[in-house]
C-alpha cells in the first residue's frame, strides 16, 4: 500500500513564526504535492513538484515555500505564519501517467 | 468558470435510498477522472476511477459523458456509513489533480 506520512497530525504556531510541514512518501513517486482545505474553498493548490529540486507554484503560493531535495520528501514551509494561513494542509503523491494521488493524514495548523 | 463544478449538497437522503450527483468540468481536453470519498476531518480517499464507457464497483456506478463534459456517481441502496463529502476530481496529463469542492451527503436512519 502506498504510505504518505505528514509529520504532524495538529500544530499551533504563533504569528510570525517559520513553520516547517513535512511530507514522505514510499512509493517512489515522482510528483508530489501541497494543497491546503478550507470550509466552502476545497482544496487548493499551493506548490507541486515534478522531481528533485524542481517546484512549480499552484494556485496560492504567496507566503508559502517549498523544499524536495529528496524524491521521497516534499516540504512545504510557512515563511512567517500568519493567522489567515490556519488550515488543513494536505500533502499528495503519485507517480506521472493519468494516475490517481494518495493524500497524507492532513496536518491542521492554527496560527494564533 | 470554474474547473470542476459540483453541487454542494448537502444531500440528506434516508438508507436504501438511490442517489447521485453530477459534476461538470470545463477543459475539454481533460483525461483522466475519478470520485474521492473524504471523511470528516480525515484526508481524501480515491473511491473510484470513471471510465469512458461507465464503470461500476459494488453499490457505486460512476458514468463520463464527454460530449457534455460531466460525470457523475451514482450510489445505490445508500448506508449511513456512505456519509461523507464525494470530491469530483479531474486530470489533464501529468498536471495536478482538479478537484471540486465536493458534495455532501447525509444518509439517514
Known amino acids: 500500500d502506498v504510505k504518505v506520512t505528514q509529520s504532524s497530525r495538529y500544530l499551533v504556531k504563533r504569528t510570525g513564526e517559520k513553520v516547517f510541514l513535512e511530507c514522505v512518501q514510499d512509493m517512489d513517486h515522482e510528483n508530489m504535492f501541497w494543497y491546503r482545505q478550507d470550509p466552502g474553498l476545497g482544496l487548493r493548490l499551493i506548490y507541486f513538484?515534478?522531481?528533485?529540486?524542481?517546484?512549480e507554484k499552484g494556485d496560492i503560493p504567496e507566503g508559502y515555500s517549498v523544499s524536495r531535495e529528496k524524491k521521497e520528501r516534499f516540504s512545504l514551509i510557512l515563511e512567517s505564519a500568519s493567522t489567515n494561513q490556519t488550515s488543513m494542509y494536505l500533502c499528495?503523491?503519485?507517480?506521472?501517467?493519468?494516475?490517481?494521488?494518495?493524500f497524507g493524514q492532513g496536518t491542521r495548523l492554527t496560527v494564533v | 468558470r470554474k474547473e470542476v463544478e459540483q453541487d454542494p449538497g448537502p444531500f440528506n437522503v434516508p438508507e436504501g435510498a438511490t442517489v447521485a450527483f453530477n459534476c461538470t468540468y470545463s477543459n475539454s481536453a481533460s483525461q483522466s477522472f475519478f470520485w474521492y470519498r473524504q471523511d470528516c476531518r480525515k484526508e481524501p480517499k480515491l473511491l473510484m476511477s470513471?471510465?469512458?464507457s461507465g464503470n461500476e464497483d459494488g453499490r457505486f456506478t460512476a458514468q463520463l459523458n464527454r460530449a457534455s463534459q460531466y460525470i457523475s456517481l451514482l450510489i445505490r441502496d445508500s448506508k449511513l456509513s456512505d456519509s461523507a463529502t464525494y470530491l469530483c476530481?479531474?486530470?489533464?496529463?501529468?498536471?495536478?489533480?482538479?478537484f471540486g469542492k465536493g458534495t455532501r451527503l447525509s444518509v439517514i436512519a
Open positions: 470513471v471510465y469512458s
Open positions: 499528495a503523491s503519485r507517480s506521472g501517467g493519468s494516475t490517481e494521488a494518495f
Open positions: 476530481v479531474v486530470l489533464l496529463g501529468n498536471t495536478p489533480l482538479v
Open positions: 513538484s515534478y522531481d528533485v529540486k524542481m517546484k
